[in-house]
């Protein structure tokens, strides 16, 4: 990070986060396997956007930055009930793969994400 003024800083890190973002949910509008796979790195960008930005903003609080962060939110939130469809739809897929195989599999238990990106405006 450059030594800029922290509140140009945050407002680059909403815009780079926000962009991110809104690349992932163009990936994620069709979620085949492979635009699952390539939105990751949009994500992984875009948490850390938003993790440098918690940072400089609370060590040192800038100018009002609520409606950048308005318009964050609203990314996060498309792009989380995508993921969510995107889950319960490959999860449907597969057990009805499973079922017309007539194979016997054991439920198994839902995995814990590792990540996850929220953000308190």
Do not use: F, W
């Not at 390539?38 to 938003?50: D, H």
């Amino acid at each position: 990070m450059s030594k800029s003024h922290p509140a140009g800083i945050s407002c680059q890190l909403v815009l780079g986060a926000t962009e991110a973002l809104s690349r992932a949910r163009d990936l994620l509008v069709r979620p085949t396997p492979q635009n699952l796979d390539i939105a990751c790195s949009p994500l992984t960008t875009a948490i850390t956007q938003v993790t440098d930005m918690q940072t400089v903003v609370s060590t040192s609080p800038t100018c009002d930055l609520s409606a950048a962060l308005v318009g964050l939110r609203k990314e996060i939130d498309l792009i989380s009930r995508l993921l969510e469809n995107a889950a319960s739809y490959h999860v449907n897929l597969l057990q009805c793969m499973v079922e017309a195989s007539g194979a016997h599999v054991q439920p198994s238990q839902c995995i814990e994400p590792t990540r996850r990106l929220s953000l308190d405006a």
